[in-house]
C-alpha cells in the first residue's frame, strides 16, 4: 500500500524577513550600533524575537545582511571589458558601503570580529560579500590583461581597503579620489608586468 503524499510546509513568510532588515537598518540609524539588538528589531518591526532569532543565529548576522547584503548580480554583471566593468563593481560597492545603516554598522562590526573568535559560516560569508562578483569580472577579461601569477585575493582585500578608507574616513581626510583613479590602481596591480632586462656588465 502507497503511503500517502506528505503535505509541503508552510511557505517561509519573506515579508517577516523584510520587515526585521528593515527595522534593523532603521535602528543603526537612528539609535546605533549597540543599541541595535534582536529585541529592539523585534519592538520596532512587530516580528516576534524567534521569529528573528529562527532566521538568523545573532543580531551580528542580522545587522551584517540588512547593511552588507552583497551586490545584485545585475548590476555587476561582467561584460568582458575590465576597465568599464571594475568602474561599475567599484561604484556599485561604494554605494552598498555608505548607505547610512552600513556607515552606522561598519566600526562595530570591525570591532566585534576583530575581538571574536568564532568563524563566520561560509553561506553568510558568500551572502555578504562580493568577492565572488569581483573574481568572475577577472575571469571574463579578455587574455594576456590579468598577470596569471596575481592572487585575486590579495587585489581584491587591497580594493575592499581602498573603498572602506573611502567610505570610514571620508570626514577626516580632505583628499578627493575619485573612482577612475581607484580603477587605474587596481588594473595597474592586475596587469601582466612586462620582463625586466637583466644588466650583466658590473
Request: proline share 9%; aromatic share 6%.
Amino acid at each position: 500500500m502507497a503511503e500517502p503524499a506528505r503535505r509541503p510546509g508552510r511557505p517561509r513568510d519573506t515579508s517577516i524577513d523584510e520587515r526585521a532588515l528593515a527595522a534593523t537598518r532603521e535602528l543603526l540609524v537612528e539609535r546605533g550600533f549597540d543599541a541595535t539588538t534582536i529585541q529592539a528589531v523585534a519592538a520596532h518591526s512587530g516580528v516576534h524575537a524567534s521569529a528573528i532569532y529562527r532566521r538568523w543565529g545573532s543580531r551580528i548576522e542580522l545587522i551584517e545582511e540588512a547593511t552588507f547584503p552583497g551586490l545584485s548580480p545585475p548590476s555587476v554583471q561582467p561584460t568582458g571589458n575590465l576597465h568599464r566593468d571594475l568602474r561599475r563593481f567599484i561604484r556599485a560597492y561604494l554605494a552598498a558601503f555608505d548607505a547610512p545603516a552600513s556607515r552606522a554598522a561598519a566600526a562595530g562590526l570591525l570591532a566585534y570580529h576583530q575581538a571574536s573568535s568564532r568563524p563566520r559560516p561560509p553561506d553568510l560569508y558568500l551572502r555578504v560579500s562580493a568577492r565572488p562578483q569581483f573574481q568572475d569580472i577577472l575571469r571574463a577579461a579578455p587574455p594576456g590583461t590579468i598577470d596569471l601569477n596575481i592572487d585575486p585575493d590579495d587585489v581584491f582585500d587591497m580594493l575592499l581597503g581602498a573603498i572602506l578608507t573611502r567610505t570610514l574616513l571620508a570626514r577626516i581626510t580632505a583628499r578627493h579620489r575619485p573612482i577612475e583613479r581607484t580603477v587605474e590602481m587596481i588594473i595597474r596591480l592586475l596587469q601582466p608586468q612586462p620582463s625586466r632586462t637583466v644588466n650583466q656588465d658590473t
